[in-house]
């Protein structure tokens, strides 16, 4: 079984930053794209960016500029770096991670169980 764990959420003030970080882990797996997803009270969940191996990234149009997604694959790790926040990408982040069963070919989606930002205006 895979897990993954968020972690480095919590309460800013507009303007301000923070990273968030993301740990998979478990036995027999290797993961393909990882990514970080948000959902805001009210709303459905949306991409924040995501990450290949290689290290190819894509971000929602909203958080350009802005966010950093990163990874260390030697880790099974991906993080979010939140600068310029604003009190619109209040909400719950999940982590995403792609990952392959060994030695099966299969992938499967796995979530992390989310972590909290609050950004205050």
């Known amino acids: 079984q895979v897990q993954l764990v968020e972690s480095g959420g919590g309460l800013v003030q507009a303007g301000g930053s923070l990273r968030l970080s993301c740990a998979a882990s478990?036995?027999?797996?290797?993961?393909?794209?990882m990514g970080w997803y948000r959902q805001a009270p009210g709303k459905q969940r949306e991409l924040v960016a995501t990450i290949t191996t290689g290290g190819s990234t894509n971000y929602a149009n909203s958080v350009k500029g802005r966010f950093t997604i990163s990874r260390d694959n030697a880790k099974n790790s991906v993080y979010l770096q939140m600068n310029s926040l604003k009190p619109e990408d209040t909400g719950v982040y999940y982590c995403k991670g792609r990952i392959i069963i060994l030695p099966t070919p299969w992938e499967v989606d796995y979530w992390g169980q989310g972590t909290q930002v609050t950004v205050s205006s």
């Open positions: 478990g036995s027999s797996f290797s993961i393909n794209a």
